[in-house]
Nanobody
């Protein structure tokens, strides 16, 4: 079991920046992939960015060039630096931890943190 606690959300004007953090604890795999997903009202949860234990990153096309995901393995923490925010980035942002064992994928989710971008 992995516990995830997000922080750093809030209200910001368009063009501004925010940095989200997610601290993991519990049974953390050394080969996990951590990531950020978001869900806007009335929409499905979507991938924002992921980062593997080796540092390989993947971004949604809508955030590429504006958002940067990073991780500190010593602190079991993943970050999401969000720059040039747009109103359409408004959503609840969820931290995710995923690892694969014996062909099964195990996902853990944080409680979510609200990001609101005003125009």
């Amino acid at each position: 079991q992995v516990q995830l606690v997000e922080s750093g959300g809030g209200l910001v004007q368009a063009g501004g920046s925010l940095r989200l953090s997610c601290a993991a604890s519990g049974s953390i795999s050394s080969t996990n992939t951590m990531g950020w997903y978001r869900q806007a009202p009335g929409k499905q949860r979507e991938l924002v960015a992921t980062i593997t234990s080796g540092g390989r990153t993947n971004y949604a096309s809508s955030v590429k060039g504006r958002f940067t995901i990073s991780r500190d393995n010593a602190k079991n923490t993943v970050y999401l630096q969000m720059n040039s925010l747009k109103p359409e980035d408004t959503a609840v942002y969820y931290c995710n931890d995923k690892f694969i064992r014996a062909l099964n994928a195990y996902n853990s989710w944080g409680q979510g943190t609200q990001v609101t971008v005003s125009s």
